[in-house]
């Protein structure tokens, strides 16, 4: 029973930053490459950045120059630096794996994600 618990929403202005953190319980988080996902209203789920358990990174191309993720494999621990935010990332962020290279191990329910509300 592998949990994911995100955090460091808000309320925040066009412009501003946010640092999301997402905290992962079980060994799976060593193994496998981790991504943060956001859900707007109305719309799909979606990948908007990945990394690797070598730290190599990968974003959409709306956040790309705009968004920085990390991982702290020691805390068991991802985050995501937002900056430079605007009204369209509007969005419940949810944190989980991209890949998992272990045959077996199952991907983790998700979460309750962190709201992030950017005003113009």
């Known amino acids: 029973q592998v949990q994911l618990v995100e955090s460091g929403g808000g309320l925040v202005q066009a412009g501003g930053s946010l640092r999301l953190s997402c905290a992962a319980s079980?060994?799976?988080?060593?193994?496998?490459?981790m991504g943060w996902y956001r859900q707007a209203p109305g719309k799909q789920r979606e990948l908007v950045a990945d990394?690797?358990?070598?730290?190599?990174?990968n974003y959409a191309d709306s956040v790309q120059g705009r968004f920085i993720i990390s991982r702290d494999n020691a805390k068991n621990t991802v985050y995501l630096q937002m900056n430079s935010l605007k009204p369209e990332d509007t969005a419940i962020y949810y944190c989980?794996?991209?890949?998992?290279?272990?045959?077996?191990?199952?991907?983790?329910?998700w979460g309750q994600g962190t709201q992030v509300t950017v005003s113009s």
């Open positions: 989980n794996t991209h890949f998992i290279p272990v045959p077996g191990l199952r991907r983790p329910d």
């Open positions: 990394i690797t358990r070598g730290g190599s990174t």
């Open positions: 079980g060994s799976i988080f060593r193994v496998a490459d």
